[in-house]
Nanobody, 124 residues
Framework: QVQLVESGGGLVQAGGSLRLSCAAS????????MGWFHQAPGKEREFVAA????????YSADPVKGRFTISRDNAKNTVYLQMTSLKPEDTAAYYC?????????????????WGQGTQVTVSS
């Protein structure tokens, strides 16, 4: 079965860094575009970043541009989110998602599979 497992979340001080990982299994990883979303308490799930199946194309939401970088290692079936200059408002559960195809989308409904999430908490 398809499984996406996030890891790397934790507690960090404002201005610090974290790298999230999402390990995929049960699907031909290189055929899927991947995305990261986050959801804070009381708010809806929001798009963070996406990457094409080859890794040649990426885009990010405006609030994280210049701070977060999405990447992937197809040999390891893993997508990463490198987060720097973290802010308290980045505090949320972070989810990775997969969609079949090379097109990049920011809308939740375009993705086929989801992980369970990993918590990121940024203290002031």
């Amino acid at each position: 079965q398809v499984q996406l497992v996030e890891s790397g979340g934790g507690l960090v001080q404002a201005g610090g860094s974290l790298r999230l990982s999402c390990a995929a299994s049960g699907l031909p990883f290189s055929n899927y575009a991947m995305g990261w979303f986050h959801q804070a308490p009381g708010k809806e799930r929001e798009f963070v970043a996406a990457i094409s199946w080859s890794g040649s194309s990426t885009y990010s939401a405006d609030p994280v541009k210049g701070r977060f970088t999405i990447s992937r290692d197809n040999a390891k079936n893993t997508v990463y989110l490198q987060m720097t200059s973290l802010k308290p408002e980045d505090t949320a559960a972070y989810y990775c998602a997969a969609r079949l195809g090379n097109e990049l989308y920011s809308d939740y409904g375009r993705y086929d599979y989801w992980g369970q999430g990993t918590q990121v908490t940024v203290s002031s």
